[in-house]
């Protein structure tokens, strides 16, 4: 806590549909077409705040000089009315009432965070009006960079067609994933948001069709838990915002028995929206590895360890989404929602190993190959109530979120192990049966109010309790063949319950003074992590804080300061406090058999680390781009870090845990610029530049090491595009990626560099349909090779891959029908409004 202070000072199979499609643009939008996803709303009422019923309210907006209606519609007896459908853009307002004087204001729609613009309570008086702003934003992009927050579009992610969400963060500036497929911002590891809220799903269980932008917030304020150490990964899905009905249905198949499919289909009818999506994926690809180690007795080679790897991986899952949301009254939403993921992921593994002694002469030989049947089921189920008020930003919202699931492991190893001259050793083949469970529910409960204060500052509060409750096992069997029956092996089986609760509650006051933006905020949070063992009962875990005394521990406070030149250029401060808890795999005393060679053990003394993060943002809009750079510097105190070395019993064994080290430091630079060429090419570069030192036990490292990512998206012209009756009929369009990791360091080596590309050719076909052709990892080349080095007893170079190289093509056809506008039924408004006694109309 100490520390933060010191840096506080320094500173969704309809296709025979009608086709009237909507294409690659969120919410179903044709492609060419604008984003049709805006929504006005507000009430009218008169100086005593009674509602003022069938009054005319309607949005023009200038088109070649002229103003032009857009939309319009008649207020309800409440006085409430809502205009939706509309694309982004800047209108002019007009509310209209007999013997009322008329209202006029300006509204700007854009995205990402002003599609839906609350007017308020809007009083209609026979006092002058003057017209009003109701909100400037940025305009709409395809990469839009915040001060606070990044907004990527997956709509033009051409590469990630067909496959999941880590296809999708490949494409991510400041995004690296790792070699078991988790994101990482900035080289620390991020947590995955669904739609705002925590999720229990990985990357590859996510679909990425079902995505309509990522949006990133490396250092978030004291709203959000304080574990996210390194940033938030939000993944917001394709929702429905149009009246009518419109989806789309989506095939693909690849290289490595990857196939997919998807069905998704939206529906808006009055105060009602339903979502739904289905998809199935699967794939089947091997992939390759190795594991050499030398073992030394004071500097002297004393045996060789070498190991090949084939992987096979099989993966087979389906995902089932559906939401509705009921619009109460304006200011009043409720939404239910739920995602069922099912399916197999399976892992075939064929090992080839031999140790040799000093000499290099071989002592023994074998081969141990691993049959999996593996399986996973998962249920959520959301409830989301959202209250706006006549305030504008006053809003209060609560939700529940209550998941549950399950898995089930079920493996067959066979080792066979040989003498130098061929023969089969003694009691081999080995046979093993590894066999478990994992059943469990999360719980979350969260509320948030939002209260403006003047113009100028707001106050937002909230709590939140997440209960996390697993039954946890893993039975390893052997063969015996004296008895001939499998027998269990005591100190490697394990069956454990555990109970992991957080309660916290936060409050952040925010707000502007003589141009200079800032926020405080400050979150405590409570943890009880506890493991039990139904074997012995022995129990393991952590309460933080402890008592009362240590309750300042339990603190975690964040600042934001901000500054902005003119409309385009600012910069902010920020820092904050954060935590980083053990997770269970790294605390829970489970031996693993990675091979015969390499065990890991979780360590149950293992404590929460704690961050503190610092940074410094500039935030320039360009004449046809934008650029974002960062300073950041981050100090981990007892880091959690992983520690391998050599089994006692067994130099030729080697044994990784987890431990607490001393510190560890990183700061760095991390720039992000993005540029238009023109209308037809979009350029992004990332640079992110750190050094990183860290002490853990004995060992000490440090270096430099950077990261960065090249993506270009190119429409090409309609000269290019192939015509039908003179017309552009298909257009082409594509996406190159590239991106380089440096050597990185770890704290008994480093991790070598890895240099990989993706590319992707999309054709739209007759605006109703496309075709898109992409190869991940062009040149084969995305493998992670690790060195361990530092340990003068051995040292180990291994490889692994997440992936190799693929080919894929992917089908998509859309279809849809909006509501006819309300400005197409005359007769019926020209009767609503003789009843109410005016005259005339709208003229059109």
Same mark, same amino acid.
Not at 188 to 212: F, H, K, S
Not at 262 to 283: A, D, E, P, S, Y
Not at 507 to 523: D, E, H, P, V
């Given at each position: 806590?100490?520390?933060?202070?010191?840096?506080?000072?320094?500173?969704?199979s309809?296709?025979?549909?009608k086709?009237?499609?909507?294409?690659g643009?969120?919410g179903?939008?044709?492609?060419?077409?604008?984003?049709?996803?805006?929504?006005?709303?507000?009430k009218?009422?008169?100086?005593?705040?009674k509602?003022?019923?069938?009054?005319?309210?309607?949005?023009?907006?200038?088109?070649?000089?002229?103003?032009?209606?857009?939309?319009g519609?008649?207020?309800? =007896?409440?006085?409430?009315?809502?205009?939706?459908?509309?694309?982004?853009?800047?209108?002019?307002?007009?509310?209209?009432?007999?013997g009322?004087?008329?209202i006029?204001?300006?509204?700007v729609?854009?995205?990402?965070?002003?599609l839906?613009?609350?007017?308020?309570?809007?009083?209609?008086? !026979? =006092?002058e009006?003057?017209? @009003?702003?109701v909100?400037?934003?940025a305009?709409?992009?395809?990469?839009?960079?915040?001060? %606070?927050?990044?907004?990527?579009?997956?709509? +033009?992610?051409?590469?990630a067609?067909?496959?999941?969400?880590? %296809?999708v963060?490949?494409?991510?500036?400041?995004?690296?994933?790792?070699t078991?497929?988790?994101?990482?911002?900035?080289?620390?590891?991020?947590?995955?948001?669904i739609?705002?809220?925590?999720?229990q799903?990985?990357?590859?269980? &996510?679909?990425?069709d079902?995505?309509?932008q990522?949006?990133?917030?490396?250092?978030?304020?004291?709203?959000?838990?304080?574990?996210?150490?390194?940033?938030?990964?939000?993944?917001?899905m394709?929702?429905?915002?149009?009246?009518?009905?419109?989806?789309?249905v989506?095939?693909?198949?690849?290289?490595?028995?990857?196939?997919?499919?998807?069905?998704?289909?939206?529906l808006?009818?009055?105060?009602?929206?339903?979502?739904?999506?289905?998809n199935?994926?699967?794939?089947?690809?091997p992939?390759?590895?190795?594991?050499?180690?030398?073992?030394f @007795?004071s500097?002297?080679?004393?045996?060789?360890?070498l190991?090949?790897?084939?992987?096979?991986?099989?993966?087979?899952?389906?995902?089932?989404?559906?939401?509705?949301?009921?619009?109460?009254?304006n200011?009043?939403?409720?939404?239910?929602?739920?995602?069922?993921?099912?399916?197999?992921?399976?892992?075939?593994?064929?090992?080839?190993?031999s140790?040799?002694?000093?000499?290099?002469?071989?002592?023994s030989?074998?081969?141990?190959?691993?049959?999996?049947?593996?399986?996973?089921?998962?249920?959520?189920?959301?409830?989301?109530?959202?209250?706006?008020?006549?305030?504008?930003?006053? *809003?209060?919202t609560?939700?529940?979120n209550?998941?549950?699931?399950? @898995?089930?492991?079920?493996?067959?190893?066979t080792?066979?192990n040989y003498?130098p001259?061929?023969?089969?050793?003694?009691?081999?083949?080995?046979?093993q049966?590894?066999h478990g469970?994992?059943n469990?529910?999360?719980?979350?409960v969260?509320?948030?109010?939002?209260?403006?204060?003047?113009?100028?500052?707001?106050? *937002?509060t909230?709590?939140?309790?997440?209960?996390n409750?697993?039954?946890?096992?893993?039975?390893?069997?052997?063969?015996?063949?004296?008895?001939g029956?499998?027998?269990?092996?005591?100190?490697?089986?394990?069956?454990?319950?555990?109970?992991d609760?957080?309660n916290?509650?936060?409050?952040n006051? @925010?707000?502007?003074?003589?141009?200079?933006?800032?926020?405080?905020?400050?979150?405590?949070?409570q943890?009880?992590?506890?493991?039990?063992?139904?074997?012995?009962?022995?129990?393991?875990?952590?309460?933080?804080p402890?008592d009362?005394?240590?309750?300042w521990?339990?603190?975690?406070p964040a600042?934001?300061?901000?500054k902005?030149w003119? !409309?385009?250029? *600012?910069i902010?401060?920020?820092?904050?406090?954060?935590?980083?808890r053990?997770?269970?795999?790294?605390i829970?005393?489970? &031996?693993?058999?990675? %091979?015969? +060679?390499?065990i890991?053990?979780?360590?149950?003394?293992?404590?929460?680390?704690?961050?503190?993060?610092s !940074? &410094?943002?500039?935030?320039?809009?360009?004449?046809?781009?934008?650029l974002?750079s960062?300073?950041?510097?981050?100090?981990?105190e007892?880091?959690?870090?992983?520690?391998?070395?050599?089994?006692?019993?067994?130099?030729?064994?080697?044994i990784?845990?987890?431990?607490?080290?001393?510190?560890?430091?990183?700061?760095?630079?991390?720039?992000?610029?993005?540029?238009?060429?023109?209308?037809?090419?979009?350029?992004?570069?990332?640079?992110?530049?750190?050094?990183?030192?860290?002490?853990?036990?004995?060992?000490?490292?440090?270096?430099?090491?950077?990261?960065?990512?090249?993506i270009?998206?190119?429409?090409f012209?309609?000269?290019?595009?192939?015509?039908?009756?003179q017309?552009?009929?298909?257009?082409?369009?594509?996406?190159?990626?590239?991106?380089y990791?440096?050597?990185?360091?770890?704290?008994?080596?480093?991790?070598?560099?890895i240099?990989?590309?993706?590319f992707?050719?999309?054709?739209e076909?007759f605006?109703?349909?496309?075709?898109?052709?992409?190869?991940n990892?062009?040149?084969n080349?995305r493998?992670?090779?690790?060195v361990?080095?530092?340990?003068p007893?051995?040292?180990?170079?291994?490889?692994?891959?997440?992936?190799?190289?693929?080919f894929?093509?992917a089908?998509?056809?859309?279809?849809?029908?909006? %509501?006819?506008?309300?400005?197409?039924k005359?007769?019926?408004?020209?009767?609503m409004?003789?009843n109410?006694g005016?005259?005339?109309g709208?003229?059109?």
């Amino acid at each position: 806590m100490k520390y933060f202070y010191y840096f506080l000072f320094l500173g969704l199979s309809l296709v025979s549909l009608k086709a009237q499609p909507p294409g690659g643009k969120p919410g179903g939008m044709p492609p060419g077409m604008s984003f049709n996803i805006g929504k006005v709303y507000g009430k009218v009422v008169n100086q005593s705040n009674k509602p003022l019923a069938y009054a005319s309210v309607t949005l023009s907006q200038n088109l070649n000089g002229k103003d032009t209606i857009i939309g319009g519609t008649f207020t309800a =007896e409440n006085g409430e009315f809502s205009i939706e459908a509309l694309p982004m853009g800047k209108f002019k307002s007009k509310i209209e009432y007999l013997g009322f004087k008329n209202i006029e204001q300006n509204v700007v729609i854009s995205m990402p965070d002003n599609l839906e613009i609350d007017m308020g309570n809007i009083k209609m008086t !026979e =006092e002058e009006v003057t017209a @009003s702003e109701v909100e400037i934003t940025a305009e709409k992009s395809q990469v839009m960079m915040g001060i %606070d927050k990044r907004v990527y579009n997956v709509d +033009k992610n051409l590469t990630a067609t067909g496959g999941t969400a880590e %296809d999708v963060l490949k494409s991510v500036p400041s995004v690296t994933m790792d070699t078991e497929g988790n994101p990482q911002l900035r080289n620390n590891g991020a947590t995955v948001y669904i739609d705002g809220r925590p999720t229990q799903l990985t990357l590859n269980q &996510i679909p990425a069709d079902m995505i309509d932008q990522v949006e990133i917030m490396t250092n978030p304020s004291a709203k959000y838990d304080a574990g996210i150490t390194g940033g938030i990964i939000n993944l917001v899905m394709k929702k429905n915002r149009k009246p009518g009905y419109n989806g789309f249905v989506a095939l693909g198949a690849g290289t490595g028995n990857r196939y997919n499919g998807t069905v998704n289909l939206n529906l808006k009818v009055g105060k009602l929206n339903f979502t739904t999506f289905f998809n199935r994926n699967q794939n089947g690809f091997p992939i390759d590895g190795y594991t050499n180690r030398t073992t030394f @007795s004071s500097g002297v080679p004393t045996s060789y360890f070498l190991q090949d790897n084939t992987t096979l991986f099989r993966n087979r899952f389906q995902v089932f989404r559906f939401g509705v949301d009921y619009s109460v009254n304006n200011r009043n939403t409720l939404t239910l929602a739920t995602n069922i993921v099912g399916g197999k992921f399976n892992v075939y593994d064929s090992q080839s190993f031999s140790l040799l002694n000093g000499e290099k002469d071989t002592v023994s030989y074998g081969t141990r190959t691993i049959d999996p049947n593996n399986r996973f089921d998962n249920i959520t189920l959301q409830a989301i109530w959202k209250k706006t008020f006549p305030q504008r930003g006053r *809003e209060w919202t609560t939700d529940v979120n209550y998941n549950i699931g399950s @898995s089930r492991q079920q493996n067959q190893w066979t080792t066979n192990n040989y003498n130098p001259d061929g023969s089969l050793q003694v009691n081999n083949p080995q046979l093993q049966k590894i066999h478990g469970e994992s059943n469990g529910y999360q719980i979350t409960v969260q509320s948030d109010y939002i209260h403006p204060i003047g113009d100028s500052s707001r106050v *937002e509060t909230g709590v939140r309790s997440f209960w996390n409750l697993r039954d946890q096992s893993m039975f390893m069997d052997n063969y015996n063949y004296l008895t001939g029956n499998y027998e269990q092996i005591p100190f490697i089986s394990q069956d454990f319950s555990i109970r992991d609760v957080i309660n916290a509650a936060y409050i952040n006051y @925010s707000g502007y003074w003589k141009g200079f933006g800032y926020q405080a905020g400050l979150r405590y949070e409570q943890t009880n992590f506890k493991g039990t063992s139904k074997l012995d009962n022995t129990t393991f875990g952590y309460d933080f804080p402890k008592d009362i005394n240590g309750i300042w521990k339990g603190l975690f406070p964040a600042v934001y300061f901000s500054k902005k030149w003119g !409309e385009g250029t *600012e910069i902010q401060l920020n820092l904050s406090r954060k935590i980083t808890r053990p997770g269970w795999m790294q605390i829970m005393p489970i &031996i693993f058999m990675a %091979d015969v +060679k390499n065990i890991r053990v979780g360590n149950p003394a293992l404590q929460p680390e704690f961050i503190n993060t610092s !940074e &410094i943002n500039f935030n320039k809009i360009l004449k046809n781009g934008n650029l974002l750079s960062s300073l950041y510097f981050r100090l981990e105190e007892n880091p959690i870090v992983q520690i391998a070395s050599p089994a006692g019993y067994d130099s030729t064994v080697l044994i990784t845990t987890f431990s607490n080290g001393t510190n560890a430091y990183r700061y760095g630079i991390d720039n992000t610029i993005k540029q238009n060429i023109g209308k037809s090419l979009e350029l992004t570069l990332n640079a992110n530049i750190f050094h990183y030192q860290v002490r853990a036990l004995e060992f000490q490292n440090q270096g430099w090491a950077g990261n960065a990512k090249f993506i270009t998206n190119y429409k090409f012209p309609n000269s290019m595009a192939i015509k039908i009756r003179q017309k552009p009929a298909i257009l082409f369009s594509s996406q190159l990626t590239a991106s380089y990791e440096s050597r990185q360091i770890l704290p008994q080596g480093y991790r070598r560099a890895i240099g990989t590309g993706d590319f992707a050719l999309k054709a739209e076909l007759f605006k109703f349909a496309s075709l898109t052709f992409s190869v991940n990892d062009i040149l084969n080349a995305r493998r992670m090779i690790w060195v361990y080095d530092a340990d003068p007893t051995y040292s180990q170079e291994f490889m692994r891959r997440r992936d190799a190289r693929y080919f894929k093509v992917a089908l998509q056809f859309m279809f849809g029908k909006p %509501d006819a506008s309300i400005f197409k039924k005359g007769k019926q408004m020209q009767k609503m409004q003789q009843n109410q006694g005016q005259g005339g109309g709208i003229e059109m």
